[in-house]
């Protein structure tokens, strides 16, 4: 697991919405607990979990967003801040990143 604080919402590190991208194996999801406790870990208002979707998806990622205390809709800014979790996996950055602002969780 890979997990990086990213900033939403800017082009310059240590400003806008901070916000976790936890970018997980191929596997079965995760139990929610284990989720919910590493967002909670985060301690920031978002930390979004992404894993790759299956074949017959019509998308390239399953994604779940959790706040420190409860599993959330899909929160405004993430489109804005999954991407740069992508970027720090892959060192592939879709146009939508900006600046490479992701920094790895310490």
């Known amino acids: 697991m890979k997990i990086w604080i990213v900033d939403a919402f800017t082009d310059q590190p240590c400003t806008g919405n901070p916000a976790a991208d936890c970018v997980l194996p191929d596997d079965p999801w995760p139990q929610e607990s284990w989720l919910q406790a590493v967002a909670a870990e985060m301690n920031l208002s978002e930390t979004a979990f992404g894993k790759p979707a299956p ?48 920094r790895p969780a310490a």
Do not use: I, K, N, Y
Not at 62 to 86: I, M, N, Q, Y
């Open 55 to 102: 074949v017959d998806s019509q998308s390239d990622w399953d994604l779940r967003w959790f706040t420190p205390v409860t599993e959330a809709e899909r929160p405004s800014e993430a489109p804005a801040h999954w991407p740069r979790g992508w970027c720090g996996l892959t060192g592939v950055c879709p146009h939508v990143c900006g600046a490479d602002t992701s």
